[in-house]
C-alpha cells in the first residue's frame, strides 16, 4: 500500500514538472522563434533599402504622391534625372519617413536619429566617418540607419549604406598629364595605377553633401562654410562653392577620400583610344572627353567659325551661353568621360591638388567663360591664389576680361591600396 | 505504473530532442546572421560531395565562424561509430583563440544523434549550407551571411564603372545586431593637433631591411586614411603612413609614381630616386630609413 502511495505521488510529481517545463519551453521556444522570424523581416528588408539606396527612384515615389518637399523642394518636377536621388540620404530619409505608408503590411519601424551637431534636428540617418569614428569592421565613410522589427524595440538592427552610386573606377594602366603636343612626346610626362585601385567621384560635391558634413561632423567648427549653404531645399543640389582648398580637403577626408589630383582628372578626362592596351608608350589624346578627334569635333568647327553657335553645344560643353536665368540652372550628365565622370568641360570650374605644380590648382573650363574660349579643353590648368573669387586672384591663360565671382567647385577621389 | 511511468519519460524526452534541433537552427540564424568571419580549419570537409564517416568515433573540426560579438563559434562533429549516433557540438571561445582541438564541456550547442552530411558555403550569394539527417528526416540549414567578404567577391574585377563599395552580400550593404555598439567616438579632432602633430606621417605599418614586417598594419584605424611610400619593396608589402596625404612636398613622402616605372628600374631600393615624384623644384632623395623623400 505504501508502494503505491509513493509510486502515485512520484508519477504527480513528474507530471507536474513535466507541465511547467512544457510551459516554460514553448516560451522559450516561441521567443526563439519569433527572434528568427524578427531577424529574417529585418534583413529582408535591409537589403529592399539597399535597391532604394542604389536607385533613387524618384518617379515612383512621385506616382504614390510623395514629393519630399522638405528634402527636395520642388526638385523632383525640375530635374530630368535620377542620378542626383541615387545614394542620396535625403532621398532615404524621404522614402524612411513614409515607409509605413509605402508598406502597410511590412512590421518594421524606423527611428529618427540626431544629427550630431543639431540634436534638436533629427533625421531617419546619421553620417559615420572615420574621421569621428574608430572602427575596425565598417568602411570609411557609411550612412547608418536604425530599423525594429517589433513596435516594443526589442528586436532591431543597424543597417549601414556604402555610398555605391557616386564614383566610378579609374581603370590600371599608364596615362600622361596635359594636352598632347606631338613636338613633345619624347617629355611627355607619365605614371600608372597598376598597384592601386583609384575611384573618382563621377560629379562635384554639392551644398546637400556640405550640410550633411557640418551637421554630422563632432568636430566641425568652421562657421563661414555653415553660413554659405543655400536655406532653399532645391538649391541643395547644386554644387558646393565659395570653399577654400583646404576646406574641400578636409570635406574629402570626412568621406574618406582625397580631394581629386589633377594627374587623376587628366588620366578620367584623355580618351585613352585602345582600352585594352594599357601599357602604350605613346599616349594619344584628344581636346575633348567624348571622342579623340579634334578637327572633326563640334566644338572645334564653332572655335574656327566653320558653324554658328547651338543650344545643343551645350549638351557637350555647359559654358557662358548656356546660361539661362534659371532658378537651377546645373545640367548633371553633360560632358561624360570615358570613365563616367561628368562635367569634365563646362559646368564649374574645379578645384584640383596639382601634386606636380601645386600653384596649377584649377581646371577653369565652367560657365564663367565662353565656349569660344579655348581653355575649354581637357588638361588645361589655371592658377588660385584662394584670396577672392573674382577676376584678380586667377591666372587662367587666355583669359583678360574680368569677371566678379568664379564659379568654383570640386570633387574627391578614393585610393585604395 | 512503473511502465507507464517509463512510456511517458520516453514520450517526453524525445519531444525534448525535436524541440532541440528546432532551437538550433532558430539560435545559430540570430548568432549568424551578422558574422564577421568564416574560416575553414579543414578544407577538405567544405563544399564535399562526400559524406563525412572517416574516422569513426572522433570528433572533427569542421569550421569557424566569428560573431559580430567578437566571439569565435567552433563547429565540430562528432562522427558516429559502432553503437554511436552523430552529434555537431558548436564550442564558444574568444575570437583570437584557436579552436581547441579535443573540445570539452560546456557547449554552445549539443546536437545529439544525427548524421552530418554535408557543408557547402556558396560565395555567389553569400550562404552557408548545412545538411543533416535525423530520425531518417533530411534537415537543411540555410544562413546568409550578411557581413562577409569573401575571396571571389572581394577580389572582383574591378573595371571602369566599378565603385568603390565593398562587395558582401549586398554591394556596399552591412548589418549588425543594435545591442553590439561597434562605434567608439574619438575623443579629440585629429585636426585640432598642433600643426607640426597633425602633418606629421604616422607609420601604421613597416618592414625592416630583410623585408620581416615590424610594424603590424593598424592603417585602417587611421582617421584620414593612409598613403604608401617609395622605397623598400618587399613581397609582403609597402610601408604605410596615416595621414593626409601631403606626398611630394616638402620633407614628406615622394608621390609614387607607379608599379611599371618602379618594376621596370628594377626599384629595389630607393636609390634610382625614379620610381617617386616630387612637387617642381624640389628633389626626389633617399634618406636613411630607404624612403624617397622631397627635399
Not at chain 1, 562635384?204 to 553633401?209: E, G, K, M
Not at chain 1, 561628368?342 to 578645384?351: K, M, Q, R, W
Not at chain 2, 540555410?142 to 569573401?150: E, P, S, W, Y
Request: charged content about 25%; glycine content about 4%; proline content about 4%.
Amino acid at each position: 500500500m505504501a508502494h503505491k502511495k509513493l509510486s502515485f505521488s512520484l508519477l504527480a510529481i513528474f507530471i507536474i514538472a513535466v507541465t511547467i517545463f512544457t510551459v516554460y519551453r514553448e516560451e522559450i521556444n516561441g521567443k526563439v522563434n519569433i527572434n528568427k522570424h524578427y531577424y529574417e523581416r529585418l534583413a529582408k528588408v535591409s537589403q529592399d533599402i539597399n535597391e532604394v539606396w542604389k536607385r533613387g527612384d524618384y518617379k515612383q515615389l512621385m506616382q504614390q504622391g510623395i514629393s519630399c518637399e522638405e528634402e527636395f523642394g520642388d526638385l523632383f518636377d525640375i530635374i530630368k534625372s535620377d542620378l542626383y536621388f541615387r545614394c542620396n540620404p535625403s532621398f532615404l530619409n524621404c522614402y524612411l519617413r513614409n515607409f509605413s505608408k509605402l508598406h502597410q503590411s511590412t512590421k518594421v519601424f524606423f527611428q529618427e536619429l540626431p544629427r550630431h551637431n543639431n540634436p534638436r534636428e533629427k533625421s531617419f540617418y546619421q553620417l559615420i566617418s572615420k574621421t569621428n569614428f574608430i572602427s575596425k569592421e565598417l568602411p570609411a565613410f557609411t550612412i547608418k540607419i536604425q530599423a525594429t522589427a517589433s513596435e516594443e524595440n526589442t528586436k532591431s538592427v543597424e543597417i549601414y549604406l556604402e555610398d555605391s552610386c557616386n564614383d566610378t573606377y579609374l581603370p590600371k594602366r599608364i596615362y600622361a598629364i596635359a594636352p598632347y603636343d606631338e613636338n613633345k612626346v619624347h617629355l611627355e610626362w607619365k605614371w600608372d595605377n597598376f598597384d592601386e585601385h583609384i575611384f573618382i567621384d563621377k560629379n562635384y560635391v554639392t551644398f546637400r553633401d556640405i550640410k550633411d558634413w557640418v551637421d554630422f561632423d563632432h568636430f566641425f567648427s568652421d562657421f563661414k562654410i555653415k553660413n554659405s549653404i543655400p536655406a532653399e531645399a532645391a538649391l541643395l543640389a547644386a554644387p558646393a562653392t565659395g570653399l577654400s582648398i583646404e576646406q574641400a580637403k578636409r570635406y574629402c577626408h570626412f568621406r574618406g577620400k582625397k580631394l581629386l589630383q589633377s594627374r587623376v582628372l587628366d588620366a578620367a578626362s584623355f580618351h585613352p583610344v585602345a582600352l585594352r592596351k594599357t601599357k602604350r608608350s605613346v599616349i594619344f589624346r584628344g581636346p575633348f572627353p567624348w571622342s579623340y578627334e579634334r578637327k572633326n569635333s563640334q566644338i572645334y568647327k564653332y572655335w574656327h567659325d566653320q558653324i554658328p553657335f547651338d543650344q545643343k553645344l551645350c549638351a557637350k560643353i555647359f559654358t557662358k551661353e548656356c546660361f539661362i536665368k534659371d532658378r537651377f540652372p546645373f545640367p548633371i550628365e553633360v560632358s561624360a568621360s570615358w570613365i563616367g565622370i561628368f562635367n569634365v568641360l563646362g559646368g564649374y570650374a574645379e578645384i584640383l591638388d596639382n601634386k606636380l605644380s601645386y600653384a596649377k590648382n584649377i581646371h577653369p573650363s565652367g560657365m564663367n567663360f565662353s565656349l569660344k574660349k579655348r581653355l575649354h579643353q581637357i588638361g588645361i590648368r589655371g592658377e588660385w591664389n584662394e584670396k577672392e573669387l573674382d577676376d584678380t586672384s586667377f591666372n587662367i591663360p587666355g583669359i583678360k576680361e574680368g569677371f566678379s565671382e568664379m564659379k568654383l567647385a570640386f570633387r574627391c577621389m578614393r585610393v585604395i591600396k | 505504473m512503473t511502465y507507464l511511468m517509463l512510456v511517458l519519460m520516453t514520450f517526453f524526452f524525445s519531444s525534448c530532442h525535436e524541440e532541440n534541433s528546432s532551437r538550433f537552427h532558430e539560435e545559430i540564424y540570430a548568432r549568424w546572421f551578422t558574422a564577421k568571419k568564416i574560416e575553414f580549419v579543414e578544407k577538405k570537409y567544405l563544399n564535399s560531395v562526400e559524406s563525412l564517416t572517416r574516422p569513426t568515433n572522433t570528433v572533427q573540426i569542421i569550421f569557424s565562424i566569428i560573431t559580430e560579438a567578437n566571439q569565435k563559434d567552433c563547429f565540430y562533429y562528432s562522427i558516429p561509430g559502432q553503437g554511436k549516433m552523430g552529434a555537431i557540438l558548436i564550442k564558444e571561445v574568444l575570437s583570437d583563440s584557436t579552436c581547441p582541438s579535443f573540445p570539452q564541456q560546456p557547449y554552445l550547442w549539443h546536437l545529439k544523434n544525427i548524421i552530418f552530411k554535408k557543408i557547402f558555403v556558396l560565395e555567389k550569394d553569400n550562404s552557408i549550407n548545412l545538411s543533416y539527417t535525423e530520425k531518417n528526416i533530411d534537415k537543411k540549414i540555410k544562413i546568409t551571411l550578411f557581413n562577409i567578404l569573401f575571396d571571389l567577391k572581394s577580389k572582383r574585377k574591378l573595371k571602369r564603372y566599378s565603385s568603390s563599395a565593398e562587395a558582401r552580400k549586398e554591394l556596399g550593404l552591412t548589418i549588425w545586431k543594435t545591442h553590439k555598439n561597434i562605434l567608439q567616438l574619438r575623443d579629440k579632432d585629429p585636426y585640432k593637433q598642433s600643426p607640426n602633430e597633425f602633418y606629421q606621417a604616422i607609420k601604421c605599418h613597416d618592414f625592416n631591411e630583410d623585408c620581416i614586417e615590424v610594424l603590424k598594419n593598424s592603417c585602417h584605424q587611421c582617421p584620414f586614411g593612409f598613403f604608401t611610400v617609395v622605397g623598400r619593396n618587399c613581397p609582403s608589402g609597402k610601408i604605410k603612413y596615416c595621414g593626409p596625404d601631403k606626398c611630394g612636398e616638402k620633407g614628406w613622402p615622394a608621390c609614387p609614381r607607379g608599379q611599371f616605372y618602379t618594376d621596370k628600374m628594377d626599384l629595389t631600393r630607393c636609390q634610382d630616386g625614379i620610381g617617386g615624384f616630387c612637387r617642381n623644384g624640389l628633389n626626389a632623395i633617399c634618406n636613411g630609413e630607404g624612403i624617397l623623400i622631397c627635399l
